[in-house]
């Protein structure tokens, strides 16, 4: 393996490759997964519009239009909220991450290697790669999109908090609706009212699960009590990142995707948010002009979504269920208006459903360390 790059790019996930696809210069990209695209632990959920933000042109990954949500309460109830065209789509991550890669393979100053990298170094002016093989690389500079586990991060000394876990089992069913991806407020199927299925097409399904403990139990519950016949596919998990924005970069070492929080804390998804730091990132180091405005209104999105993460931490099941029987025509308004940008509007529209008497207290909880330097 060559030793001397100029940029080399720790991780071929989607943030990863999108920092590589865009970087003008001699990039190597270090993978320890033998297949780009695996293991897919992606819910895959995106607005409408998310190869116009990613600047991507055409990409053939889409599966299922979504014309909304399917919320099940804590007291049985099953609230519909339809919208007249699609409000969002579920594509194929796996083959997105392919795409990418495959145009990245046509720039013959780019190149893929299969290893694991164990430490980066800053050394006078260079970034050193050490592999768990022993051998070390040297780069100008190192863009790390390790994913949401962030081991380069914390032996860095930069990482504090942990990722969630998270687990799909996807099903084979006819029972459900493949026009509408399904949430459950129910606290106690997930801590951080994060249990769905989302429909992949094809009578295909994930069943999701975002929390601490056995999560592979909770899933198989959800299964047995609201699928009941189906023809289990598999199981897929990994780590989710709910913590909000992390600090991009420390001298020569950059961080993308999940490795520098740009996630949604509402939902934990992170194609699109991620996609679009990391495009921004190669322009700023290929000296191209960067649109500030986005990346600060990205930043503002993502810190909105972890303020109001922290007031849906502080609801109960019951206070969530009237909001949302009260609310149906104002949520379909929220989920056509913008799927990747909702921070703001959700804002608004809990600040405005939630009861004052309550609000001031879970403003006061919420907005307490919401703004720390990590």
Known sequence: ?????????????????????????????????KRIGEPNHCGG??????????????????KQNIYGFAIHTINGKKIEIETPKPCCIVIDRPSLDREIFRRI???????????????????RGEVKIVLRDGETLRCERAIVGEGAQQVIRRKMGKGRLSAVPGVHMIVETKELDEHFNYLFLDERLSAHRLSYII??????????????????????????????????????GGL?????????????????GDAAGHTKPTTGGGIVIGGIMSTQL?????????????????HNEILI???????????????LEKIVLNNKEELKKLLM?????????????????????????????????????R
Not at 45 to 62: I, Q, W
């Open 1 to 33: 393996m060559r030793k001397e790059w100029k940029y080399i790019v720790v991780g071929g996930g989607l943030c990863g490759l999108m920092v590589a696809y865009r970087l003008r210069g001699e990039t190597l990209i270090i993978e320890r997964k």
């Open 45 to 62: 959920v995106v607005s409408v519009d998310y190869e116009r933000k990613l600047e991507l042109g055409y990409v053939n990954t889409r």
């Open 105 to 123: 393979s046509k720039d013959s100053e780019k190149t893929l290697e299969h290893g694991y990298v164990k430490e980066v170094v800053q050394d």
């Open 199 to 236: 429909s992949m097409g094809e009578d295909l399904y994930k069943i999701g699960v975002v929390d601490k403990g056995n999560i592979r139990k909770v899933v198989e519950k959800i299964a047995e009590r609201y699928v009941r016949n189906y023809r289990l596919v598999g199981f897929e």
């Open 240 to 256: 989710v990142w709910l913590h909000g924005p992390l600090r991009m970069n420390f001298g020569r070492v950059y961080f993308v």
């Open 282 to 298: 190669a322009k700023n180091l290929n000296g191209e002009v960067v649109d500030k405005n986005e990346i600060r209104k990205i």
């Open 305 to 319: 979504m972890k303020f109001i993460r922290r007031i849906l931490n502080k609801i109960d099941d019951y206070t």
């Open 337 to 373: 208006e913008e799927y990747d940008w909702h921070g703001t509007t959700l804002l608004h529209f809990t600040t405005k459903a939630v009861r004052k008497g309550k609000l001031a207290t879970f403003l006061l909880e919420a907005i307490k360390g919401i703004f720390k330097t």
